[in-house]
């Protein structure tokens, strides 16, 4: 396997860019045509070759300059990485899980050599060769869960489990959808879940925890969530609200295609062994609009969700007041055609735009 | 979202194993050993964290819940101690009788419901005869890290004292035994009084014993959070009943010397379990329509939830009908 690794910013000029290959594998996270909360959790055991499903950690073009943004974000506000004393075990429990699935799904890029406690960890895309005792803190220039996830694309929150509930008790936290690590840390999954609307009425949450709590050991879980940024932001934290809200104000009907992006998590759910904490990887993977629909089927079925998003998400989701210039360019990829079932985007089979 | 739609499967992943030791303790107590079948590592586990043991009974299968009291760093070797129940089901004697060094079994990925809070200052275990298995897993990991333990063990007798020996061998100044037979018991209300803040107390033993905890704990002010419990029911004998599943289309009847999940397994129906004895909600079942009264041995369900739902792997039914959505 040979990934080319962009040269891209998300942030200044903006150079990001997704290949063919990256916009074909994007995780679209619409399976029908409308939208509405649900615990749509399966199992994280692989998937279709090549998809973002596939492997445990992801890795893709965007990896080092993704890893160089997180640097830079560290380097202005070191509190977007917190671990509680007492999570110090989970990070190496996390550690661990990260090497070793790295070095079995990419061989070519990652490699982990271990004799007894003695680590060696090599990780080729970003130059790291390092030997350290596993479980002695002393020997990394990090704590363990900083350490792994300067190298590993994605916001890590890593979750305490007690009193049946769940704590935000360490996270590194960087390329977030507006919430913040330092306000919710040491909150339980009620608390840190609070300023979502429809869902708690649903019993959205009360299921949730449950399936959550329930995560066994070797038997890790998946779900996709969404909302919207303008320019190729990744990080689009509270802390930093004044220098990228007022972007969304940007968007004109001529630069929309280019500047307008979803902005898809795919979040993951794995049971830590010697902690007994779950660790919650939140990647972010993100699309121009005018990427999107060079698939007809999403084309057609992402003008149908934005279309009949209820208000509420919509505006928690921060895009309401750019939503009637979405639909204005949407529209223009729907031609009421029926879309297939599922969330891939079938561009073999899908009939070619009619207008 | 259906990347790769897979139907989850009931119970926690399984490995198969080779049985590497049999270990008679005492009288009553076998220490079994298990080794991987296809040579790999264990995975690590988290002390409290306990294994499903499957049997092969002739044609029936039972799977009984074990604590692992191995070291949780040991990835080489899992451990269980079995305390043989003569007047129980089955598993624990099939377990003393017919297994051997070399059988084949297959064991349950770790599940960890009686874990350590990590916060804890100090952890202070109270364990009562079999009770012990899990602090034999917390001690090794608690060691390991330097943190702050004592062990107050109950014991019917010296000769009955699975694991005495060595654990006062080796933490002489950490662990203190009680012995029933000479009247002794743990003064808990002294033993309470005092410890520093931010302490945690874990009970593991008979019923009796978690209660008591329980309530003199809140009655010294100590809150829930820093008091933990694992007890694990075995399903009781019952008078034989009759259920319908409406979901599986089928009408079954659950055996005197079954469990209802055992019975619905038994007619392959694919229900959800995991820990098998009430504790975890897992195999949480709706109650469709009732006309008699039920058994609820679980320690899962609210009371304002007994009317309508019954967790099937430690709970029965007495009465005219019973139909349950699986």
Redesign the interface.
Known sequence: MTIQFNKETFRDDYSFKNSDWAIQRF?F?F?EDSYMYSV?M??H????AG?V?EKRFDVDEHYISEMEDRAMVLADDPLRCQSL???T?AGWDLLELIMVSKSEDYPDLFELHREGDIWRWINKPMGIDDTFTFLDETTLPYGPMEYITRQTQGDFCVL????DNLWMDAGMVTTQADWSLDFDIGMNFFEWHAPVPLAHEKGIFKRAL?FLL?I????PA???NWTMTVNPLLDTSPENYHKWGIQKTTLTPENIGAKQHLRVELQSFFRL????ALVFPIRCYLIAFQDIVKSPKWGRRLHRVIRDLPEELATYKGFIDNRPMMLDFLSKYDDGLPTSP??FPDNETEPALQK | ??????R?KAG??KIEVIVSAVLPLNDLVTRFEFKRKDGNRF????A??HTVVHMRDGDRQRLNPYSLMSD?ADTETYAISVRRDDEGRGGSLFMHNNVKVGDAMEIT????LF?????AKKHVFLAGGIGITPFMAMIA?LER?SDSWELHYSVRTEALGTYVDQLVSKYPNKVRIYYDDQSQSINLENLLDGQPLGTNVYVCGPKGMIDWVHKTAAAAGWP??NVHSEEFTAPQPGKEFQVRLCRSEKTITVGENESLLEAMEREGVDAPF?CRGGA???CETNVVSSDGEFIHRDHWLEPDEHGNKIMPCVSRFIGKSLEIDR
């Open positions: 995780p996270p399976h749509n399966e199992q055991r692989g998937g279709p998809s499903y004393p007492h999570m075990l305490d489990q007690r009193d449950k329930n066994q050991q070797g038997a998946r779900r996709l062994p010697r902690s007994n599922g969330v | 979202m259906s990347a790769a739609p897979q989850a926690a992943e995975p690590t586990f988290s409290g964290a949780p990925y770790p599940v960890n874990s350590l809070d990590l916060r990991q890290s829930d959070a995991l975890c909600g897992q």
